[in-house]
């Protein structure tokens, strides 16, 4: 296969990069859109990251603060992660019996796995388009430099 040359290489950082911020903007309409983060450090924490080995692109790692995880299980502020299932059973019970058991009103807010899905599946989506035009690109290029082909089947 041909060694990328320093164009493609400019060019699929700066793809990867543009979606990455676009990812990252999108999570933030998810925020503001849920009401969650009163201080929005949060909201501000978001960062992005190339992650390479030399020239070539390895990766993005997408960066926020780890209670922005909580806050989408419904956990923290006295709810612990093995606690949601009787919290919200002791939540019913108050409300229907008129207990008093101990309970917290911390419920999920569904802000990052569903979005961070369709974002990802968006990035594949596109990457193997250009990745399947480049193929093409490049057998059309071999194609048209021989005058013979040799197909075999095996069967």
């Known amino acids: 296969m041909a060694e990328k040359t320093l164009f493609d290489q400019i060019e699929i950082r700066g793809f990867v990069d543009g979606w990455a911020r676009l990812t990252i903007e999108a999570w933030r309409k998810e925020l503001r859109k849920k009401k969650i983060g009163v201080t929005d ?37 006295g709810v ?28 999920p807010g569904r802000w990052f796995n569903k979005r961070k899905t369709h974002q990802i599946h968006r990035l594949r989506e596109m990457l193997s388009v250009r990745t399947s035009t480049a193929v093409s690109t490049h057998i059309q290029g071999i194609m048209a430099s021989q005058s013979e082909y040799n197909i075999t089947f095996n069967g």
């Open 41 to 77: 450090e949060l909201y501000r924490s978001f960062t992005h990251q190339l992650k390479r080995d030399r020239e070539d692109l390895l990766g993005v790692m997408l960066k926020f603060k780890f209670y922005g995880r909580l806050r989408d299980m419904g956990v923290g502020r």
């Open 80 to 107: 612990a992660a093995h606690e949601r299932f009787t919290n919200k059973q002791n939540l019913t019970a108050n409300k229907q019996y008129g207990t008093s058991l101990m309970a917290v009103k911390r419920s």
